[in-house]
């Protein structure tokens, strides 16, 4: 079974009129996997709210004073106008990182073949001590960390296929070199990074994979059937984790790259696969962007169809 973590905390976050990151985007996911099609199918989870303590396994103690700060005087901006926040999104920020503990607790435990949350806000560009583009907190780093610290599992695959480069991952987790980070995301474009890789052979490392605007299915398929495949059969991870943007949609506002809904699902298909080869189909999903409504929920829909499959 998949579970769905999911929790009202995340419609609580307001970034304000106009802004591309709305809760209308969780509600739009959830709206479509509450349909007919998935009855049965999905257990569907409320995720407890990380401990600050977990939450300074990637994020220095000033940086989440500040944030707490930031949000009792809200409405402001947390470092850069890109992060409006209100009074409720660090409760949201804490819900969004316990989302994904309690799936990789339930995952590990068997309560879940895999999992995905729909969390906001997302996590991937988040710093040390920064915000940066609608992120907060780190949400799939804490998750690494975790992984490491109370379970004991080392060797983590990350799978990051949002349209935007995963800074705030690749800096968090530079030094650990038993995790293997895979981005392939559009260049140039914000935030400007992931140009290069750094691979320690078999053990981990970043494997950037920057592709030009109009890079459509077969381009990225070439790579993830390619340079990543050939990566991951050396590194052999003990669970995998993926950071599930889907703003490399041909109809995304925030991007210059031509994926199908249906292509979301053969990337988790191949990421699934890995897992299944390497790690008894150990899996934690967790949404970073994706900005056209409809394009959004169809694509996610496709991504938890592929972990459906996967749990059958």
Known sequence: MTGILYHEDFVTHSTGMGHPEQPSRVTAIVETLKKEKYNGRLVWDGPRLAAEEEIEYIHSESYIKRVIKTCESAPDYLDS????????????????????????????????????CPVRPPGHHARHSMAMGFCIFNNIAIAARHLKNKHNIHKILIVDFDVHHCNGTEES????????????????????????????????????????????????????????SDQVNMFMPDFVLISAGFDAHKDDPLGDILLESETFYRMTEIAVEFANMYCDGKVVSTLEGGYNLDALAESAAFHVDALLEAGK
């Open 173 to 228: 987790l530079s030094g650990d070199n038993d995790i293997l980070l895979f981005s392939i995301h559009q260049h140039p474009h914000y935030p400007g990074t992931g140009m290069s890789s750094k691979l320690y052979s078999h053990s981990g490392g970043v494997l950037n994979v920057p592709m030009p605007p109009g890079s459509a299915e077969e381009d990225y398929m070439k790579v993830i059937k390619g340079q990543l």
């Open 81 to 116: 106008y890109d992060n409006p926040v209100s009074d409720g999104s660090y409760q949201a920020a804490l819900r969004a990182s316990g989302a994904l503990l309690t799936a990789v607790d339930g995952v590990i435990e068997g309560k879940y073949t895999n999992a995905f």
